[in-house]
């Protein structure tokens, strides 16, 4: 590890929790016998790696982490996006310049080609980061495809902030799109914790909004070992008046994301907020003016005296030796109860391992383990000809055993973060299941770096290669359809009640619903899933993971699951089945915020048949469309208590006996995105994140979600 640098530098402990996390998974396979001797290395590896980089800084860039791009497009080399490319060159030279905040317009002979544009730099970065950060963010919206086309964009980076518009927006106040980020740690106290986060914000915000700045932090005390740091800012452009009402605007946004959380920011274009229980800022303002030119220095030999030298630069004065030894010691304090915890933990795995009862490890399903040469033979090395597509975690490809016997081998990428854990998870849960609407597990390969799983081929695909395609989805006929809805209803149920194991699958979507010759569905992909305990109904997880569109609320929000999230997910997947459409499709449209929304209307107006598919509405039975219709809804409801389980599903789908509550409103309804009221949340692990709109793994992007 290397930590070049000038300027003093800091262990946060996100940094302490990293280098641990680190540590943990070197030792995860070390005989509890060894770990002293093997942790006593690694703790001198640690001390010394943390005395270094105390030192010296490790160089960082500029950190990512959102980007809002409007549909409002103008088309390719137009005048319009000229000037929004001499805008950018504009901001990045004077970004150099020992600017933190800067705003241009650039005109052209038509008022319509006119852009206005800023970037504001956070009040405690160095000029030389400020500058590379705003360089940073005009070359990522340069060459993100919708971006560069768009009309209006706004980009953040922890670090930095840019912005253009084709209307003037300098000196205006305007607080949307708002974007949540979270830090998942749950915080004690949670009461308490939140008056004093309020108190201290609003303290912060008076400050900032008084100020030439438009910037201010505050430290407060919460007990002898816990401080609360808040950071407020605004664009430098605002009245008084202005940026306070901002700040107001995104304080009171943070329960919405954050409510319970040791960290939370908003971020919206005329300001941003932010909270952590560590210090995330620089308590100098190294940006509060130019930095000084460094004059030649004379050595002069010291005069003899009897003075300390505790102010003076000619030692280390004891704050400074105070201010290494200490993290020192409490990170040494750290590690060393981290390994003790783990060689008890370690211990107490391996004789859980010997119990008959804990289920079957990988070690106990090597029956089922394949040579790699054979599976690279049977997938032609991993041809593309063989391909079938592409899961959250790797590719998959058809192979042809040398029994003649066809399969699916789904091969998890080497740059996978979580491949490893994902492999062992979906081998350990997939080989324990039996049932005819999911799919079979026929083997598995470990060899280095390969890791692959080997399932039974199923000759039609997913049912989003199907369902989605506007001739393929013709198929699908309303029994069909049913059909599916059913299969699925029973996968399900038998994962929650009728196994052996009580499994959440947590990431059912249409593309995890694989279709056999007879069009039966087969549940796939349990890299997710978690297994309950007997009497266990729900769980927390700091790892939000899924697929945007299908997450309930309570998980997305809180990381609570339980199986009441695989049913929210089904109801999702039964609109999708019956309407034919993506629940995603909807985004930024003006037919409606989601699919939900857009089922919910048809169902209020009680026209619920126009939600059914074009192409069905010839070949359909209305009362099972009508019945199918409002099952999903009502496993759509926000308070996890009211959605049925999915026995209760299985049972309304296949007796019109059964009498079916009225439904609620589905979660995340809203009313209309003219309003444009809404907030976006991310959640991430303490600061570091990384956007994406689709599958996520250690972070989660929401739909838009009311205030």
């Keep these: 590890m290397a930590c070049k640098s000038k300027t003093p530098y800091m262990i946060y402990p996100t940094s302490l929790y990293i280098i641990y996390v680190s540590a943990v998974k070197q030792l995860k396979h070390i005989n509890p016998a060894m770990a002293w001797n093997s942790s006593f290395k690694l703790l001198f590896l640690f001390v010394f790696v943390s005395f270094l980089c105390f030192a010296t800084t490790k160089a960082q860039g500029p950190n990512f982490l959102y980007q809002d791009c409007p549909s409002n497009q103008t088309t390719a080399n137009s005048t319009f996006q000229i000037n929004i490319r001499t805008l950018f060159s504009s901001l990045s030279s004077n970004a150099t310049t020992n600017n933190v905040f800067y705003n241009s317009t650039v005109t052209g002979t038509n008022p319509s080609d006119t852009v206005y544009g800023l970037f504001m730099c956070r009040g405690d970065v160095p000029f030389q980061l400020c500058g590379q950060c705003v360089i940073n963010a005009t070359q990522k919206l340069s060459s993100d495809l919708q971006c560069s086309l768009s009309k209006q964009a706004v980009i953040w980076y922890d670090e930095c902030m840019v912005r253009y518009s084709n209307h003037s927006f300098f000196s205006t106040v305007d607080t949307r799109p708002a974007i949540g980020l979270l830090n998942s740690a749950n915080i004690s106290n949670q009461a308490n914790f939140m008056r004093l986060m309020f108190d201290t914000m609003n303290e912060t915000a008076d400050e900032a909004a008084i100020g030439a700045k438009k910037y201010a932090t505050k430290q407060a005390n919460i007990s002898g070992f ?41 971020l919206n274009p005329s300001c941003n907020v932010r909270y952590e229980l560590y210090p995330f800022f620089r308590t100098n303002t190294i940006a509060s003016s130019p930095a000084p030119t460094p004059t030649p220095s004379v050595s002069v030999p010291p005069t003899p005296t009897t003075s300390s030298n505790s102010g003076g630069s000619g030692g280390i004065s004891s704050g400074t030796i105070v201010a290494i030894v200490v993290p020192i010691a409490v990170a040494v304090v750290i590690f060393v109860v981290g390994i003790w915890i783990l060689c008890k933990r370690a211990a107490k795995k391996r004789n859980s391992e010997q119990d008959p009862k804990t289920g079957t490890e990988i070690s106990a399903v090597e029956s089922l383990r394949f040579d790699f040469s054979t599976i690279e033979a049977a997938t032609q090395k991993f041809s593309e000809a063989n391909k079938l597509g592409e899961g959250g975690f790797g590719e998959v490809y058809k192979g042809l055993l040398p029994s003649g016997q066809e399969v699916a081998v789904k091969r998890l990428s080497k740059i996978s973060g979580q491949g490893g854990e994902e492999f062992k998870n979906e081998v350990e849960i997939v080989a324990k299941l039996q049932h005819r609407n999911l799919v079979r597990l026929l083997g598995f390969c470990l060899e280095g770096e390969e890791k692959i799983l080997v399932y039974e081929f199923v000759v039609n695909k997913s049912l989003d290669y199907i369902l989605f395609d506007p001739e393929k989805q013709k198929s699908l006929d309303w029994t069909r359809r049913y059909k599916i809805v059913e299969g699925i209803a029973r996968g399900i149920q038998y994962l929650h009640e009728d196994s052996r194991l009580k499994i959440i699958h947590r990431d059912l979507k249409a593309s995890n619903v694989l279709l056999d010759g007879d069009m039966n569905p087969k549940i796939s992909d349990f890299g997710m899933a978690r297994i309950f305990g007997v009497d266990q109904t729900q769980a927390n997880t700091n790892r939000i993971v899924g697929t945007y569109g299908y997450m309930s609320p309570e998980y997305a929000m809180h990381g609570e699951y339980s199986a009441k999230s695989d049913v929210y997910s089904f109801g999702v997947l039964v609109l999708e089945i019956l309407s034919g459409k993506k629940n995603s499709s909807f985004y930024e449209t003006d037919v409606a915020e989601d699919l939900l929304s857009y089922a919910w209307k048809f169902w209020k107006d009680e026209t619920p048949l126009e939600l059914l598919e074009h192409s069905l509405r010839e070949s359909y039975t209305p009362n099972e469309v009508i019945r199918s219709i409002h099952i999903g809804l009502l496993c759509v409801q926000e ?69």
């Design 226 to 266: 816990q401080t609360l740091y808040c950071l407020v800012q605004c664009t430098p452009d605002l009245s008084t008046q202005g940026c306070r009402s901002c700040l107001s605007d995104a304080i009171g946004l943070l329960p919405r994301c954050c409510e319970g959380k040791q960290g939370g920011r908003i």
């Design 639 to 707: 308070d996890p208590a009211d959605r049925p389980t999915m026995a209760s599903v299985v049972l309304m789908l296949s007796s019109y006996s059964v009498t079916l509550p009225v439904p609620n409103q589905p979660a995340l309804f809203m009313h209309s995105r003219t309003e444009s009221n809404m907030l976006k949340w991310v959640q991430i692990d303490q600061s570091i994140t990384k956007s994406t709109t689709k599958s996520v793994n250690e972070m989660s992007l929401s739909g838009d979600i009311p205030r």
